[in-house]
């Protein structure tokens, strides 16, 4: 966090004018850490840890990854909200997600991204998302009742299945088996493999088997992507805004001739599927995991959560949801503290200034989202797992961006409804039936074993004891 000096440099120096990036310093290696030629070191060790040390001392800093040269990274809400909405002409996305989803929506810039936007918008609209209540209840349903009294489960590998299940059964209109379908589960979950922390400090051009093993999972959903297009052909309807999931409206994008969208090619098409289903299944499947983490460490949150979803008549509902604020601000605290985006990537189009430090062209900035979330200048006892936070005004008091885990701006996370929703009736269809127990340790902090991937996840064979209530 920055100090009273920073805060007057950044009013002095920003807003008069006197820090150009013509004359400013480039941004400093922090000075509570190794030297830079050793940074890989605490990359490997801890990097949730190591990135929360290089912005202690101040908001912007520089770092040195390994093969990589220099990276920087800026810690505050104003520097996010410049970034992603004020002066986002000056930032773009990196190269490493057009390599890993070649030219889908998380990737494409300018207007191309604005007509793949515009497009699939539709389908993602809180009426539209409401729609998809009853068909994210049966499929949590569907996998919860084959659990039993006493049994013992690795909970983010089960939640990684069921959010498949719900994204494959609602948007893609396609329902898995829930024995079966292995390959494609697998190759959902090697879609991490680009990003893995041994893999992303080595050059792109470097093969490792977490790059291959990623590769070939991004040919089976390809495969699998091109399959379902040419088994919809024919069957969408004439007006794609009246398609009921994202297959039907690609595919009568496709039919219906919509010049100027790109995304009528065949490679378009099928880059937007495996992007859908990276982002549609992924962040589901953190929040679920650290939410139960979450009630199985704080008993007196859990009692309250457990006796507002039995005052419910039966399975959750869209009708229900008015009624369930204590899972809705679990499900929002649990995104403060472990969001499944911990840290934006962007790359500089121009030189730019924060805080009086220069961040040249052509280089990585990472908007740490994570520690931003746990910074005391915007939160009382930020470490802490407490939902009742956000019963009053906490959230109107905020800056924009000291809260955001979907990011933020034009390029909200399109999904971010659906997966709110999705979060919140998987909480209560699995609360009415089940009491999860955590099985695992946590850290010397009281913290969770963590892996902090493309996304942040649970330590995988992490276990919890299925209770039934």
């Known amino acids: 966090m920055s100090s009273d000096?920073?805060?007057?440099?950044?009013?002095?120096?920003?807003?008069?004018?006197?820090?150009?990036p013509a004359n400013a310093p480039l941004a400093p290696y922090p000075p509570n850490l190794d030297p830079p030629w050793l940074h890989f070191k605490g990359m490997m060790a801890d990097l949730i840890d190591f990135g929360e040390r290089a912005l202690a001392t101040r908001d912007v800093c520089?770092?040195?990854m390994l093969g990589r040269g220099d990276q920087y990274a800026v810690g505050h809400p104003d520097h996010i909200k410049r970034v992603l909405v004020t002066e986002?002409?000056?930032?773009?996305?990196?190269?490493?997600?057009?390599?890993?989803?070649?030219?889908?929506?998380?990737?494409?810039?300018?207007?191309?991204?604005?007509?793949?936007?515009?497009?699939?918008?539709p389908l993602f609209t809180r009426d539209s998302v409401l729609g998809y209540a009853d068909g994210i209840v049966e499929q949590v349903q569907r996998r919860v009742d084959r659990w039993s009294d006493g049994q013992r489960l690795d909970l983010q590998r089960e939640f990684t299945d069921l959010a498949l299940d719900v994204l494959f059964a609602t948007v893609l209109g396609r329902e898995l088996d829930l024995d079966g379908d292995r390959r494609l589960r697998e190759s959902a979950e090697h879609l991490?493999?680009?990003?893995q922390p041994t893999s992303y400090l080595l050059p792109e051009w470097m093969p490792t088997p977490a790059r291959r093993r990623f590769k070939r999972a991004k040919r089976t959903l390809e495969a699998e992507a091109e399959r379902l297009l040419d088994e919809r052909a024919g069957e969408a309807p004439a007006d794609p805004t009246q398609a009921e999931d994202l297959l039907s409206l690609?595919?009568?994008?496709?039919?219906?001739?919509?010049?100027?969208?790109?995304?009528?090619?065949?490679?378009?098409?099928?880059?937007?599927?495996?992007?859908?289903?990276?982002?549609?299944?992924?962040?589901?499947?953190?929040?679920?995991?650290?939410?139960?983490?979450?009630l199985a460490n704080h008993p007196e949150i859990r009692e309250r959560f457990h006796?507002?979803?039995?005052?419910?008549?039966?399975?959750?509902?869209?009708?229900?949801?008015?009624d369930l604020p204590v899972t809705e601000r679990v499900v929002t605290e649990t995104l403060r503290l472990y969001p499944p985006v911990y840290q934006l990537p962007r790359m500089t189009n121009e030189p730019v200034v924060f805080d009086g430090y220069r961040v040249p062209e052509d280089e990585m900035i990472g908007l740490a989202i994570r520690h931003v979330q746990r910074d005391p200048r915007f939160y009382d006892d930020p470490d802490t797992f407490r939902p009742s936070r956000w019963d009053g005004d906490l959230r109107s008091e905020l800056h924009d961006f000291a809260y955001a885990p979907f990011g933020g701006g034009p390029r909200i996370c399109i999904g971010r409804q659906f997966a709110l929703l999705e979060a919140k009736l998987t909480?209560?269809?699995?609360?009415?039936?089940?009491?999860?127990?955590?099985?695992?340790?946590?850290?010397?902090?009281?913290?969770?074993?963590?892996?902090?991937?493309?996304?942040?996840?649970?330590?995988?064979?992490?276990?919890?004891l299925v209770t039934e209530r």
């Open 88 to 121: 986002r002409e000056k930032f773009r996305k990196s190269q490493d997600f057009r390599i890993a989803f070649g030219e889908g929506l998380l990737t494409v810039e300018g207007e191309e991204w604005r007509a793949q936007r515009d497009a699939m918008q």
């Open 307 to 322: 006796a507002e979803i039995d005052a419910l008549d039966g399975p959750p509902t869209v009708d229900d949801l008015d």
């Open 62 to 64: 520089r770092v040195r």
């Open 250 to 294: 690609l595919v009568g994008l496709r039919e219906a001739g919509v010049a100027d969208s790109g995304m009528l090619t065949d490679e378009r098409l099928r880059d937007q599927m495996v992007t859908i289903v990276f982002a549609g299944h992924d962040t589901t499947t953190t929040t679920l995991t650290f939410s139960f983490w979450a």
């Open 427 to 464: 909480l209560a269809t699995i609360g009415r039936q089940y009491d999860l127990g955590w099985l695992g340790e946590n850290d010397a902090d009281g913290e969770p074993p963590v892996s902090p991937e493309m996304t942040l996840r649970m330590e995988p064979g992490q276990e919890f």
């Open 192 to 195: 991490h493999e680009w990003f």
């Open 5 to 20: 000096a920073d805060q007057g440099e950044r009013a002095a120096g920003e807003a008069t004018g006197t820090r150009t």
